[in-house]
């Protein structure tokens, strides 16, 4: 069972660039979710991907967008990049028809913003 | 506005004592609680599910309890190693059309001692 890859695994950008982040999901599972984590506190939800579609955003600007593919691999984009956009972002995938099927997150990128 | 608090950052404690981590909510119906270790530079691991109508929950050394009339989770790790020592997050979902959209804690830092 091949789990949740995420790259890369580090990158710095300057202030106002865009970037793109990559997350493969776990083998059989068709749910991808993206997390902010600022240092030292809690991972917070950005949006949900279901079937390719989004499906529920938690408090992000709209600078902040996805994509599902086919494959159930996902991209998060950051436009405009700001300083508090540094941060881990970690992505989550699982089952949705499932039900409490918990988050399988790979190790994240870290990104940091100059 | 929705508040999840950890009791406290950081709690030390001697191998083999028994560990007592906190949760407790406000502003929030959850109808599942999840607590997932996190270590340096990693993602979240998934430890534990409880749900709205379960008091409690074991596995292994790790125990959970969930009382939503007083809006708390507590998460025991008993017989404490040095090898527990790492940061762990509560986490709640609603359920439904926000299933899988977790909130997140702040995280606890625990440290066991040899």
């Known amino acids: 069972e091949t789990g949740v890859t995420q790259s890369p695994t580090h990158l710095i950008k300057t202030r106002g660039q865009q970037v793109t982040l990559r997350c493969s999901s776990q083998?059989?599972?068709?749910?991808v979710s993206w997390y902010q984590q600022a240092l030292g506190q809690g991972p917070q939800f950005i949006f949900q991907y279901y079937r390719e579609e989004e499906n529920g955003r938690g408090n992000f600007p709209p600078r902040f967008s996805g994509l599902q593919f086919p494959n159930y691999s996902s991209e998060l984009n950051v436009n405009a990049l700001e300083l508090d956009d540094s941060a881990l972002y970690l992505c989550a995938s699982s089952t949705l028809e499932r039900g409490q099927s918990p988050l399988h997150f790979g190790n994240g990128t870290r990104l940091t913003v100059t | 506005s929705q508040k999840i608090e950890q009791n406290s950052e950081a709690l030390n404690i001697q191998e083999g004592k028994t560990a007592t981590l906190t949760c407790n909510y406000t502003?929030?119906?959850?109808?599942?609680l999840q607590w997932y270790r996190q270590d340096p530079g990693r993602g979240p691991v998934f430890l534990l599910l409880?749900?709205?109508?379960?008091k409690e929950k074991r596995k292994e050394r790790l125990k959970v309890t969930f009382d939503t009339t007083l809006k708390q989770s507590l998460f025991h790790i008993t017989a404490s190693q040095p090898a527990d020592s790492a940061t762990y997050l509560c986490?709640?979902?609603?359920?439904?059309?926000?299933?899988?959209?977790?909130?997140f804690g702040q995280g606890t830092i625990l440290t066991v001692h040899p």
């Open positions: 083998s059989g599972h068709n749910t």
């Open positions: 409880i749900r709205e109508n379960e």
């Open positions: 986490a709640l979902d609603s359920g439904g059309t926000s299933y899988g959209k977790l909130t």
């Open positions: 502003n929030y119906s959850p109808a599942y």
